[in-house]
């Protein structure tokens, strides 16, 4: 049915992340809008890193206050229990309803240093001149080979395809232009089609003003559509009001390129919607 893309969030962080409100909180709004699904995405506990990820305590919380709020709304919206599954994580994806696999991070070749590159520039600018001798080619190399590493896992969706260039804005730190990254992009988005995962049109780099285009970018789209690949349209909502960010816009985008339908991710699984 055409238009359900715009009832479905299953990209969504709350307080027990990074994200600004409570599950109860997101709940409600995703109510009082008319969604039918909301899927819980918490950021899974990776032992490199301290800042946002759910703790173990936090990740038992989350469990248990997702299971309530299933109860309470039953009937009234299916609320989903994910996980935003990073490559370095330490919990078992499996055992949630689906899972986003996404890559956050470069481990350093050099000094085994977890380096998360979608956050502070000073950080990625530390990846690049400490592990790679200041080539921003080879950092973009290295992430996107952690990309190809998520695609063989075959998880649900694949996140934000190209979150390297969220802190890249102007060319900062390397041309996405380049040859090289094109090529990276390009094999990394082969594995993707031979695991046959779902890309998700992620509007989360517009909406917290880090970027003017989503992700992945429209030339990886193009080449995505070349290769039959599915998308699913998220926010990668870290506020109550951001569930729905983009999505039209994000919409228009993909019919422009030449597809005629995404993903729409519910209880059952996906279904396909005509755009």
């Known amino acids: 049915m055409a238009g359900e893309y715009m009832l479905s969030s299953v990209h969504v962080h709350s307080k027990l992340c990074d994200g600004k409100n409570t599950l109860e909180e997101l709940a409600v709004t995703a109510w009082h809008m008319g969604l039918k699904t909301l899927g819980f995405t918490g950021h899974s506990h990776t032992p490199c890193d301290l800042e946002y990820c759910m703790s173990p305590s ?35 994806p ?33 990846c690049i001149n400490t592990e790679f001798d200041g080539d921003g080619l080879a950092a973009v190399e290295a992430y996107f080979d952690n990309v190809k590493k998520l695609a063989s896992m075959r998880p649900t969706i694949l996140g934000h395809f190209d979150l390297i260039k969220k802190i890249n804005k102007g060319n900062k730190f390397f041309d996405e232009d380049a040859p090289r990254y094109h090529k990276a992009a390009s094999d990394a988005l082969a594995a993707a089609a031979r695991n046959r995962c779902v890309l998700e049109i992620n509007t989360s780099g517009v909406a917290r003003g880090f970027r003017e285009d989503f992700f992945p970018s429209q030339a990886i789209l193009q080449e995505w559509l070349a290769l039959s690949g599915n ?17 039209e816009e994000a919409a228009a985008q993909l019919k422009a390129l030449g597809y005629s339908k995404v993903q729409v991710l519910g209880k059952n699984g996906f279904t396909p919607c005509e755009l």
């Not at 299916?78 to 490559?87: A, N, Q, T």
């Not at 506020?239 to 983009?246: H, M, Q, S, Y």
């Open 58 to 92: 936090r990740t038992a919380r989350y469990k248990g206050d997702i299971a309530k709020l299933k109860k309470q709304y039953e009937g009234k919206l299916d609320i989903l229990y994910g996980l935003e599954w990073d490559l370095f994580s330490d919990d078992d």
């Open 231 to 247: 998308v699913v349209i998220t926010a990668d909502a870290h506020a109550a009001d951001k569930l729905t960010f983009g999505f």
């Open 94 to 126: 499996s055992k949630y309803d689906y899972w986003i696999g996404s890559a956050h991070y470069i481990h350093g070749p050099k000094t085994g240093k977890y380096y998360e590159i979608d956050w502070r520039e000073s950080d990625l600018a530390d």
